[in-house]
Every structure is written in structure tokens, then in C-alpha cells.
């Protein structure tokens, strides 16, 4: 196939003699078209944003004018035209391009204002299906690559942060724009139409129920350049999706340093932890190092939650996250300010909780407005190398599942509730993952080893740990149940279980030794329940 050329140079300088303005978000609109009426360029527009300028005193031209020919089916065809596709993606420099304008009445277009409909508002806000395809836009997309591409003569415009940088262009070179400057609008006003036709065709497929469309996009909008990634030599970014989803990117940070790219990754991991927990049955808190939590409670209060949680690994909690599931109060402020901790993050704060914490500048403060449903449905994506892993969220909830009680002996209530308490923390434990739990607290939480039994051990230790520093006479295991977020394949992990004190377990079950597991419970006096789900995380 031959490959499609066109070598003339691009000028450096071009001067800004017409604009077309078409935006949906007016913001800073009116004062940019001042700035440019007020140096002699001409101006098209079209429907709201035509009388928006209007309204304003200034002179501007509706694109119905130039066209010949008015906006029909609602505005659904306004600028899809060739004498505006022509003024944006003819080359100046090109006599074919120059003779074709003249005998068309096509008029070069230097400068387009444009950003699109809604559609992540109106999606985010529930629309139902005819709204939403309503605002899908069609002319802008389309008049934003067409400029975008044609960038060595026009310059683009999607984001009204930029206006400012534009008029200080043309005022630093008479009415000129730079190349550099063209590029780089360019660059932005083709990340802002894929963002934009990524969150399209992912509400189509959610729409349709279509799990694997033949292409899967995600798109994020720049919230914030961060000074290093997960290292001090990596370079990163937090994107945000537009998902109304409470949580790191939706909260307001109230006080201290920007959030680092762990100290995001931890919130996240900490707030979907302790949401799990719902506010109105008790409070909870979650405290969270590296992803992983190495303590999370229920109280009768939210101070009570907070020290239990502690109490489990007091020493690994030192510059931990701490995520709460009720408002911040003063009480559990002035405990958590005691010990150096990275982030709080809960759904509110209380003036008084505020003032503590503000005497410690550098601890940073997230209130998320609210608290993320668990239950709901919703994507999460990793990169691998020369792909994207897809799957939808582990919204799997322990109390939506049918239990199987697989031992001669049931457990009690209590060690019902503290198993469903137990496998809830290790949804959110990295694989393999063990969690001991007793009486709505962790006892001892084993993460991310290659072998279950050591997550076992590992746990048990730092129950061990935990009974020195608080001076109890035996480890909180003692009495506990235990949660495996996957099957136990040998009997192995759960005699190294039950030599911790546990004396319930629960597991997905599903292994192929599921019986000599069993039999190993049935021999010791275990109760062993199996969900027959799991909760793999990696």
C-alpha cells in the first residue's frame, strides 16, 4: 500500500487570523473571545456558544453563514461540512491545496476553540441510554483531529486552562503562535478525543453486557504530575478516569504534601478495604503498609477501631495509611496523630479532627465525601508487557454467599461472624494471603508468599509479636478464626493454622484434597467452612 506524503515544512510563526469557537463548557469563553476580537481576528461560532459571544457585544459570524447552509436535526449537523473541514485541513503551503479554497470559497480557519458534550457528566450522573448516545459529539471530535492533524497551520484548543497560554503568545510575537506551542496542543487534542471515545465505547459494552469488545481503551484525564513513581529514577502520573467512585481520586486532600504514587496505590488499597465494613453496623478501620493491611478492626467506636487495628502490628503501621469508614472525630484524631502515619483517609472530618491534625503539616488529610460500594460493578486494569490484563471488580461479598458447613463440628456464632470478618481482610490481602481474626479484630495477617503455609506462619508471628508488646499471656490466634482467600491444597497450612489456635477456618474450598483437609479439621475439633469463592489478589 503506498504511504500517503506530504513534505512542505512546516512555518514556525503563523498568524492567528480567524477563530472558530464551538464549546460546550463555556468557562473562560467570552473574556478569550475579547482578547481575540480585541487584536482583528474574525470569528465563527456556533449555536450556544454563537450567542454567548454575541450576548457579549463582540462581532462573530455563525458557521450557517459561511456554510450556505442552517443547522438541522437539533444541531446534530452544524459543522460537517467541507467548507469548514476544508478552512481547518487545508495546506497553506500547498498550491493544489490554495486553488481548491479559491474555487470553493473556502476561507483558512487559524485558530479552533473546541471541547465536547458532556457525555462523562451524563454518564457519571446515571442518563439513561437515549440521553446518554445524546451526548455523544460528533462535530467536535471530528473538527478536533481535523485541526489537530492539520497542526503546522492551526493551532487546537480542547481546554480552557490553555487559553491563557495562547493569548500570552500572541501578545510575546504579534498575534503569532509557535510551533512548538501548535505540537503540543495537538499531542493533547488527540489524548482528549481518545479519553473521550475510550469512555464511549466502554459504556456501549457495559451497556450491552459485551465483557470482551474485540478493543478494550481506558482513558484518564491528568490530575496531577507526581515528582517520582514507585522509585525515585521512575517518572509518573495520576490519571483519573471520571468514574464517580469515592475514593483516592475523588477526594479532597484538606491538608499536607502531595500524595505520593505509593501513598495513592495504599489509600486505594486502605478505603476499598475498610468499605467493606459498613458504617452503620459499626465503625471500622483499616491500616494499611506496601498495599497489604497489617491491621484492621471493628469498635464500639471509631477510636476503639482504630486502637484494635493497631494492636495487631503496631510495629508495622509506623508511616502506614489509615482508612476510616465513619467521620473523623476528635478522639480518634488525637490517637492516630500520636504515631507517624503517612494518610488519613476517611468519608468526612470534623472541624476539631481538622485542627489536630494540622499539627502535624506534613500527615496528609482525604475527605472522600463518602464511601465506595463494594458491591459494585466496575473494571480494574494492569499493564503487562505488550498488553492489558481487563477483568471486572472482586465485588464478591462473604455475606451473599451460601456457606457450607464441611465438618462434623459448626462453628459458633462468634466464630461465624469472625471467619466472615477474617475472609473480608483477606480479599484484600495479597496472595497468598492467611488472616487470623478475633472477635472483630486481626490477630494476624500473612501476605504475598509463595507458599500458603508460610502465610500461615508468618501471621502467627506476628500475633506472637503483637502478644509481647501488648503483654497479653497469649497471641490473639488463640481462640481465632482463620480466613485462606484460596483453597488450602494440603492439610499443611491448616495444621500450621490450628498450632496458632485457631479454631475455625474458612476457605473457598474446591481442591483436590479437599477431603484429607477435612479430615485433618475433623481430627483436631475444627469447624471448616467453604464459600466456594476466592479472592485472588496479585
Known amino acids: 500500500m503506498a504511504l500517503i506524503s506530504k513534505k512542505i515544512p512546516a512555518p514556525d510563526k503563523v498568524e492567528i487570523k480567524t477563530a472558530l469557537i464551538s464549546v460546550f463548557d463555556k468557562t473562560g469563553i467570552v473574556d478569550l473571545a475579547h482578547a481575540l476580537s ?195 529514577h521512575q517518572k509518573a502520573a495520576f490519571y483519573v478516569t471520571g468514574e464517580k467512585r469515592p475514593g483516592v481520586s475523588t477526594a479532597a486532600l484538606l491538608q499536607g504534601k502531595q500524595l505520593s504514587y505509593n501513598n495513592i496505590n495504599d489509600t486505594d488499597a486502605a478505603y476499598e478495604l475498610v468499605a467493606e465494613f459498613l458504617p452503620e453496623k459499626a465503625p471500622a478501620c483499616a491500616i494499611i503498609k506496601h498495599a497489604n493491611p497489617c491491621g484492621v478492626a471493628t469498635g464500639s467506636s471509631l477510636v476503639e477501631a482504630y486502637r484494635r487495628a493497631l494492636a495487631c502490628d503496631s510495629v508495622s503501621a509506623f508511616g502506614g495509611i489509615i482508612a476510616l469508614n465513619r467521620t473523623l472525630d476528635a478522639e480518634t484524631a488525637e490517637e492516630i496523630v500520636k504515631l507517624f502515619t503517612e494518610v488519613i483517609i476517611a468519608p468526612d472530618v470534623t472541624e476539631e479532627a481538622k485542627a489536630i491534625v494540622a499539627r502535624k503539616p506534613n500527615l496528609r488529610l482525604l475527605s472522600a465525601g463518602g464511601l465506595p460500594d463494594p458491591r459494585a460493578a466496575g473494571l480494574t486494569a494492569k499493564t503487562v508487557s505488550g ?99 484460596a483453597f488450602l491444597p494440603f492439610a499443611d497450612g491448616l495444621l500450621s493454622m490450628i498450632a496458632a489456635g485457631a479454631t475455625a477456618v474458612i476457605q473457598p474450598g474446591g481442591s483436590m484434597r479437599d477431603q484429607e483437609v477435612i479430615d485433618a479439621a475433623n481430627e483436631h475439633g475444627v469447624a471448616m467452612v467453604f464459600t466456594g469463592m476466592r479472592h485472588f489478589r496479585h
Open 38 to 232: 480585541a487584536r482583528g481576528v474574525r470569528l465563527f461560532s456556533t449555536g450556544g456558544t454563537f450567542k454567548a459571544i454575541t450576548a457579549a457585544g463582540l462581532a462573530v459570524t455563525d458557521v450557517s453563514a459561511i456554510t450556505g447552509f442552517p443547522e438541522i436535526m437539533d444541531g446534530r449537523v452544524k459543522t460537517l461540512h467541507p467548507t469548514v473541514h476544508g478552512g481547518l485541513l487545508a495546506i497553506r503551503d500547498d498550491s493544489e491545496h490554495q486553488e481548491a479554497m479559491k474555487t470553493h470559497g473556502i476561507e483558512g480557519i487559524d485558530l479552533a476553540v473546541i471541547n465536547l458534550y458532556p457525555f462523562e457528566e451524563v454518564r457519571a450522573a446515571g442518563g439513561d441510554y437515549p440521553t446518554t448516545v445524546e451526548n455523544i459529539d460528533i462535530g467536535g471530535p471530528a473538527m478536533i483531529r481535523a485541526s489537530a492533524k492539520n497542526h503546522a497551520y492551526v493551532t487546537t484548543l480542547t481546554d480552557p486552562a490553555d487559553y491563557a497560554e495562547l493569548l500570552e503568545q500572541l501578545s510575546a510575537d504579534e498575534g503569532k503562535t509557535a510551533y512548538a506551542f501548535r505540537q503540543r496542543m495537538a499531542a493533547k487534542a488527540y489524548a482528549r478525543t481518545a479519553a473521550y471515545d475510550a469512555m464511549i465505547s466502554n459504556w456501549f459494552a457495559e451497556a450491552l453486557s459485551i465483557d470482551t469488545p474485540r478493543h478494550r481503551v481506558i482513558g484518564g484525564a491528568l490530575k496531577e504530575e507526581m515528582r517520582y513513581g514507585e522509585n525515585p
Open 387 to 485: 498488553g492489558l490484563l481487563v477483568q471486572s471488580r472482586d465485588n464478591g461479598m462473604v455475606e451473599d454467599l451460601e456457606l457450607k458447613v464441611v465438618t462434623r463440628r459448626a462453628p459458633t456464632a462468634q466464630e461465624l461472624e469472625d471467619m466472615k470478618f477474617a475472609f473480608k481482610v483477606g480479599k484484600h490481602v495479597k496472595s497468598n494471603a492467611v488472616v487470623y481474626a478475633k472477635d472483630g479484630q486481626t490477630a494476624g495477617i500473612g501476605a504475598g508468599q509463595m507458599s500458603r503455609v508460610d502465610s500461615a506462619r508468618i501471621a502467627a508471628l506476628k500475633a506472637e509479636e503483637a502478644a509481647k508488646a501488648l503483654g497479653l499471656a497469649v497471641p490473639m490466634t488463640h481462640g481465632s478464626a482463620v480466613a485462606s482467600e
